[in-house]
């Protein structure tokens, strides 16, 4: 009697517990990103725009600068980029040199996407310049705007 007792209360223990860390990574946790990023600023953007086409858009976020970040949490982020990137199927990246002038830098990029079957037009295209800053001791590299639309 005495040991279904105990056995009920470390399965409840363990249930909380559970339930404490699913609370954790899926709510409370800090959007992942690599903020010590010492990516190129080309690798920065290669890098933003595959994780948006793989719906990793916490990863995604992880590649905006600071002022950016403060300005717009992760969940206004997510809400502005899933309903443009759920529909791509893949993504092809062209860049030019980036321009680096002291701690901004500037890319022309075209992005090739191509849709997920049923969605729409095939292929969806974007084209302009995208412009990163440069933050920290180390220098990193992190896009200052959201190209996403």
Same mark, same amino acid.
């Given at each position: +009697?005495?040991?279904?007792?105990?056995?009920?209360?470390?399965?409840?223990?363990?249930?909380?517990?559970?339930?404490?860390?699913?609370?954790?990574?899926?709510?409370?946790?800090?959007?992942?990103?690599?903020? &010590?990023?010492?990516?190129?600023? &080309?690798?920065?953007?290669?890098?933003?725009?595959?994780?948006?086409?793989?719906?990793?858009?916490?990863?995604?976020?992880?590649?905006?600068?600071?002022?950016?970040?403060?300005?717009?949490?992760?969940? &206004?982020?997510?809400? +502005?980029?899933?309903?443009?990137?759920?529909?791509?199927?893949?993504?092809? /990246?062209? +860049?030019?040199?980036? /321009?680096?002038?002291?701690?901004?830098?500037?890319?022309?990029?075209?992005?090739?996407?191509?849709?997920?079957?049923? /969605?729409?037009?095939?292929?969806?295209?974007?084209?302009?310049?995208?412009?990163?800053?440069? &933050?920290?001791?180390?220098?990193?590299?992190?896009?200052?705007?959201?190209?996403?639309?």
């Amino acid at each position: +009697m005495k040991r279904t007792w105990l056995v009920q209360i470390v399965l409840i223990c363990l249930l909380i517990a559970a339930i404490g860390g699913g609370v954790w990574w899926f709510v409370l946790r800090p959007a992942p990103g690599p903020r &010590e990023n010492v990516t190129p600023p &080309e690798g920065v953007v290669n890098n933003f725009y595959i994780a948006l086409s793989e719906g990793a858009y916490s990863q995604a976020y992880g590649y905006l600068s600071t002022p950016y970040r403060q300005a717009h949490p992760l969940g &206004e982020f997510v809400d +502005m980029v899933r309903p443009i990137w759920d529909d791509v199927a893949s993504i092809t /990246v062209q +860049m030019g040199t980036p /321009v680096i002038q002291g701690d901004t830098a500037r890319v022309d990029v075209t992005l090739h996407a191509t849709l997920r079957e049923g /969605v729409g037009p095939d292929r969806a295209s974007f084209q302009g310049t995208l412009r990163l800053v440069r &933050e920290g001791a180390r220098g990193a590299w992190w896009l200052d705007e959201v190209p996403a639309e």
